[in-house]
């Protein structure tokens, strides 16, 4: 397949998480996705974040694996994460779970700074490798557990996190700046729900479902994983 194959293929996606938003987002209280995040997912080409033998499979609108019992998001929950976030060009975002890099490349194209925390070190190595192939110069990644953020940059304006914990760990909270918001999938591995917590000028936290979804478990007692 070459650049043009995959623009058409990446365009189709992109109706696809337009349609599904109309169906799906009345629930939760929203219209449509902004257009500033349905022009990032229609830019940042999904195929180069994925392994080489699902490259062709790369703009199906549902999770793929991408090695060590880890996957790739759906892009329509990219999409969600991202749009409810509501960043600014000026934020500093957090991003636990890096993965290849997919996610990290949709918030670079609108967040000032993205700093990225992966456990395993082999996906770590490759998404930062992809990445500086596809110029996302304002993403740093490291790997650790992300159950502690990244302390030394905090606090940040905005947190995402691509893999759930039976419980929100205190640690985000507390590294997200007052006004902040954080979206995080949450709860045991049956009975997970996509939250959205907002921290306002006081410090006082709420949290909001939004939906219930399937992510791979955050592993929140590990060291990270060399391979």
């Given at each position: 397949?070459?650049?043009?194959?995959?623009?058409?293929?990446?365009a189709?996606?992109?109706?696809?998480?337009?349609?599904?938003?109309?169906?799906?987002?009345?629930?939760?209280?929203?219209?449509?996705?902004?257009?500033?995040?349905?022009?990032?997912?229609?830019?940042?080409?999904?195929?180069?974040?994925?392994?080489?033998?699902?490259?062709?499979?790369?703009?199906?609108?549902?999770?793929?694996?991408?090695?060590?019992?880890?996957?790739?998001?759906?892009?329509?929950?990219?999409?969600?994460?991202?749009?409810?976030?509501?960043?600014?060009?000026?934020?500093?975002?957090?991003?636990?779970?890096?993965?290849?890099?997919?996610?990290?490349?949709?918030?670079?194209?609108?967040?000032?700074?993205?700093?990225?925390?992966?456990?395993?070190?082999?996906?770590?190595?490759?998404?930062?490798?992809?990445?500086?192939?596809?110029g996302?110069?304002?993403?740093?990644?490291?790997?650790?557990?992300?159950?502690?953020?990244w302390?030394?940059?905090?606090?940040?304006d905005?947190?995402?996190?691509?893999?759930?914990?039976?419980?929100?760990?205190?640690?985000?909270?507390?590294?997200?700046?007052?006004?902040?918001?954080?979206?995080?999938?949450?709860?045991?591995?049956?009975?997970?729900?996509?939250?959205l917590?907002a921290?306002?000028?006081?410090?006082?936290?709420?949290?909001?479902?939004?939906?219930?979804?399937?992510?791979?478990?955050?592993?929140?007692?590990?060291?990270?994983?060399?391979?």
């Open positions: 397949m070459d650049d043009d194959d995959f623009s058409a293929l990446r189709e996606m992109v109706g696809e998480i337009a349609a599904e938003a109309m169906l799906v987002l009345q629930e939760v209280g929203m219209e449509r996705f902004t257009p500033q995040v349905m022009d990032a997912m229609g830019r940042v080409p999904r195929h180069q974040f994925v392994p080489v033998e699902l490259q062709p499979f790369a703009y199906l609108n549902r999770p793929l694996p991408i090695g060590y019992e880890k996957t790739i998001s759906q892009p329509f929950i990219v999409a969600l994460m991202t749009d409810l976030l509501d960043i600014g060009e000026e934020d500093t975002i957090l991003e636990i779970g890096t993965g290849l890099g997919y996610q990290a490349a949709i918030l670079s194209l609108l967040a000032k700074q993205v700093y990225s925390v992966e456990i395993i070190e082999e996906l770590a190595k490759q998404a930062k490798h992809r990445l500086a192939n596809l996302c110069s304002n993403v740093e990644v490291k790997v650790a557990n992300g159950c502690h953020g302390p030394v940059h905090a606090p940040f905005k947190i995402i996190v691509t893999a759930a914990p039976d419980l929100i760990p205190p640690s985000l909270i507390n590294q997200l700046r007052a006004g902040g918001k954080m979206v995080i999938p949450a709860g045991l591995p049956e009975s997970q729900k996509l939250l917590v921290k306002d000028e006081h410090g006082m936290v709420t949290t909001r479902e939004i939906l219930p979804v399937r992510f791979s478990q955050l592993e929140e007692n590990q060291p990270p994983t060399r391979v």
